[in-house]
């Protein structure tokens, strides 16, 4: 039995913590921040609860969430560009996406760990490979020696930087907010709804709760003067119902403004005793909702090749192997519709944005379920 350290308790290194203990390891996760409460909600697809089931724990969390069948498309004015019907989509799939606050998620895959695993108030500041393993040197001054490490501390990743050198990151362009309001909406119009040069995502989060997010280009570093719900509430006074009421129902304090980067590409995911998941390895735009999605793939593939390989390193190479094809082209995709919806000049973006209805039905669900199918999930064969 090993004793790893994953560095970081989000999504990516929780599950990784998961999927690591049940293989008979030790593991400690590291996290510097002390308040982990934060974020909105998280679309979990069908790919990433078939991950949880290896993980056991996919019924928790389709138990947690509100269940989305719909995916439609329109116009500020409320026009559909696209309107597919549920029972499609729920087909395409395998079974309907479930929606729930990223805390819930967190908690799910936190409660699945034996009470401290989890060690709060301390980063990771480098990391040395040593002939029997890693040793970690923290912000605390402490050091921590462990048989292998598991990097899952998102996108300005020490443990990437360890792999792979210098990894700038470059802004999208354009910010994105997201939050939850206090209301209920129409289950068929779970989707998204655009504009020139802006879009805003909303889906029911169980009974009486929207989880929705908006997206805008901006210049880097940008605030609103007169806070960020009513610079929402503003712009989008004028759009579809239910956006105007769904914005009116949500707290201010609970917004939460994110500008959006590229990083560059980690060519390196692993190496010796070494490995990346979730942002870590390949941190992707939010407009395919993957990633979270891909990083509990991420840990229950890391997993399996663990419970493979005899050795740590071994199967960390394997994994790398495995998962790059499949995330890399879900990355490269996520980028190119981030800069359709941001075109500049706007018009271009209206233009884009409309074109897709012309795209046949049967060919967006057959490309969707190939992104986010139970079925798109694949693990090595464990025999």
């Given at each position: 039995?090993?004793?790893?350290?994953?560095?970081?308790?989000?999504?990516?290194?929780?599950?990784?913590?998961?999927?690591?203990?049940?293989?008979?390891?030790?593991?400690?996760?590291?996290?510097?921040?002390?308040?982990?409460?934060?974020g909105a909600g998280i679309s979990i697809w069908p790919n990433a609860l078939a991950a949880l089931d290896r993980l056991g724990l996919g019924d928790q969390v389709r138990a947690a969430g509100?269940?989305?069948?719909?995916?439609?498309?329109?116009?500020?004015?409320?026009?559909?560009?696209?309107?597919?019907?549920?029972?499609?989509?729920?087909?395409?799939?395998?079974?309907?996406?479930?929606?729930?606050?990223?805390?819930?998620?967190?908690?799910?895959?936190?409660?699945?760990?034996?009470?401290?695993?989890?060690?709060?108030?301390?980063?990771?500041?480098?990391?040395?490979?040593?002939?029997?393993?890693?040793?970690?040197?923290?912000?605390?001054?402490?050091?921590?020696?462990?048989?292998?490490?598991?990097?899952?501390?998102?996108?300005?990743?020490?443990?990437?930087?360890?792999?792979?050198?210098?990894?700038?990151?470059?802004?999208?362009?354009?910010?994105?907010?997201?939050?939850?309001?206090?209301?209920?909406?129409?289950?068929?119009?779970?989707?998204?709804?655009?504009?020139?040069?802006?879009?805003?995502?909303?889906?029911?989060?169980?009974?009486?709760?929207?989880?929705?997010?908006?997206?805008?280009?901006?210049?880097?570093?940008?605030?609103?003067?007169?806070?960020?719900?009513?610079?929402?509430?503003?712009?989008?006074?004028?759009?579809?119902?239910?956006?105007?009421?769904?914005?009116?129902?949500?707290?201010?304090?609970?917004?939460?403004?994110?500008?959006?980067?590229?990083?560059?590409?980690?060519?390196?995911?692993?190496?010796?005793?070494?490995?990346?998941?979730?942002?870590?390895?390949?941190?992707?735009?939010?407009?395919?909702?993957?990633?979270?999605?891909?990083?509990?793939?991420?840990?229950?593939?890391?997993?399996?090749?663990?419970?493979?390989?005899?050795?740590?390193?071994?199967?960390?190479?394997?994994?790398?192997?495995?998962?790059?094809?499949?995330?890399?082209?879900?990355?490269?995709?996520?980028?190119?519709?981030?800069?359709?919806?941001?075109?500049?000049?706007?018009?271009?973006?209206a233009l884009a944005s409309r074109a897709t209805v012309v795209l046949p039905e049967a060919v967006v669900t057959r490309h969707l379920a190939s992104i986010a199918a139970g079925s798109a999930?694949?693990?090595?064969?464990?025999?």
């Open positions: 039995m090993a004793e790893i350290a994953v560095v970081g308790a989000g999504i990516g290194g929780l599950a990784s913590a998961v999927a690591l203990t049940q293989r008979g390891h030790s593991v400690t996760v590291i996290e510097e921040r002390t308040d982990t409460t934060s509100g269940r989305i069948t719909a995916g439609a498309m329109r116009w500020k004015d409320g026009t559909w560009l696209r309107r597919p019907a549920g029972e499609r989509i729920v087909t395409a799939l395998g079974e309907p996406l479930v929606v729930l606050q990223r805390v819930t998620l967190r908690d799910i895959l936190a409660g699945a760990l034996a009470p401290g695993t989890v060690v709060n108030g301390a980063a990771v500041r480098e990391l040395s490979v040593t002939p029997t393993g890693v040793r970690l040197h923290l912000t605390d001054s402490s050091t921590r020696e462990v048989a292998a490490v598991v990097g899952a501390d998102g996108t300005h990743s020490v443990v990437a930087r360890h792999l792979n050198g210098p990894l700038p990151h470059r802004y999208a362009g354009y910010t994105a907010w997201r939050g939850v309001s206090s209301m209920a909406i129409d289950a068929d119009l779970a989707g998204e709804t655009m504009a020139a040069g802006a879009e805003v995502g909303h889906v029911p989060m169980g009974p009486d709760q929207t989880y929705w997010f908006a997206t805008e280009r901006a210049p880097e570093g940008a605030t609103s003067a007169q806070g960020e719900l009513a610079y929402l509430r503003t712009k989008f006074a004028s759009w579809a119902a239910p956006i105007p009421a769904m914005l009116a129902a949500t707290d201010p304090a609970a917004v939460l403004r994110n500008d959006l980067y590229d990083r560059a590409t980690a060519q390196r995911w692993a190496s010796g005793p070494v490995v990346l998941v979730g942002d870590a390895a390949h941190p992707m735009r939010p407009h395919l909702g993957q990633g979270g999605c891909q990083a509990l793939e991420d840990a229950a593939v890391l997993g399996a090749f663990v419970e493979l390989s005899g050795d740590l390193p071994s199967a960390f190479t394997a994994y790398e192997a495995f998962r790059k094809r499949r995330v890399r082209a879900i990355v490269a995709e996520s980028r190119l519709i981030g800069r359709v919806v941001n075109l500049r000049p706007a018009a271009l973006s999930f694949r693990l090595p064969d464990i025999g």
